[in-house]
């Protein structure tokens, strides 16, 4: 197989499908270590509560959600409605 101008071994079928499925196994695991990272992930994020405009925040948040990424924690502050 040429790709770019270079030859490329992939080597027998046996090969090919081997290689996929040891893909298709990392794609699984990547997916589970994001899952571990990210376990919140529910809802999106927005600049406004709806299409309108928004008052200012309070000066001083309620209180704050510890969140860990990447093995870091975070404070992330949250307000009373």
């Known amino acids: 197989m040429v790709i770019g101008g270079e030859a490329l071994n992939v080597g027998t079928i046996d090969d090919v499908v081997s290689n996929l499925k040891n893909g298709v196994t990392n794609i699984g ?14 809802g ?5 509560a709806t299409g309108g405009s928004a008052s200012a925040l309070p000066s001083t948040p309620a209180g704050y959600m510890n969140v ?3 093995g870091v924690t ?7 409605p």
């Open 44 to 48: 999106t994020t927005a600049t406004t």
């Open 74 to 80: 975070v404070k992330i502050p949250y307000y009373n």
């Open 68 to 70: 860990t990424l990447n």
């Open 29 to 42: 695991q990547l997916i589970q270590t994001i899952k571990s990272i990210f376990p919140q992930q529910v």
